[in-house]
């Protein structure tokens, strides 16, 4: 039996839930209860000026990924393998961009209960899509499930710095800027606050 609740997925991660003292949910939990700012969102994950697109209805709708701070397209690049996959990567949904913001900013999350809620949906959907390979098989491979395949797919692309230059760096970002040689994910990613 392989165990995917949230306990057993927070202890196999050794992510703890850190709450704050006198509180039952972790911060980010705290925060998806709370009404939606879609501007704190915006100063958060958007190069200046940009933000939220707004539907047919004039509610934000979504971000165009090249609206997204360099910082802001690394955590949904993971955001889509590891926490909450998903096989629209290009923008991101008012739900989405909320859990990008957890990120950004810090907030203490139940790791184990975002991607237990995530296995189950999936597991009880009609859909094809099969979330957290590595997860799984490392778990199966854990309880001593031996696999009889010799045929392993690569699922992704290691995110490195050779991969963020390519595909999340947003040159209209004015706190990031990337030095060293552009090959082989060697140089420096440094991050400027301000």
Known sequence: MIRIDVDSLNVFLET????VEGESLP?????????????EIEVALCIP????????????????????TTLAQVWSVLSYSN??????????????????????TQLDMND?????RQITSMAQSNSYRLGFPALITTLCRSRGVASDSLVFERLSPVINLAYIRKNCWNPNDPIVIIRGPEHQGQGQLRLLLQ
């Not at 184990?112 to 237990?116: E, N, W």
């Open 16 to 19: 703890p839930v850190v709450l």
């Open 27 to 39: 911060a980010y939990s705290r925060y998806y209860r709370m009404p939606t700012d879609i501007r």
């Open 49 to 68: 000026g940009r933000g939220f697109i707004l539907n047919v209805e004039g509610h934000p709708g979504k971000i165009i990924r090249k609206d997204l």
């Open 83 to 104: 926490l909450a996959p998903t096989s629209h990567t290009s923008d991101l949904t008012v739900d989405r961009a909320r859990l990008i913001f957890g990120l950004v």
């Open 112 to 116: 184990g209960a975002l991607i237990s």
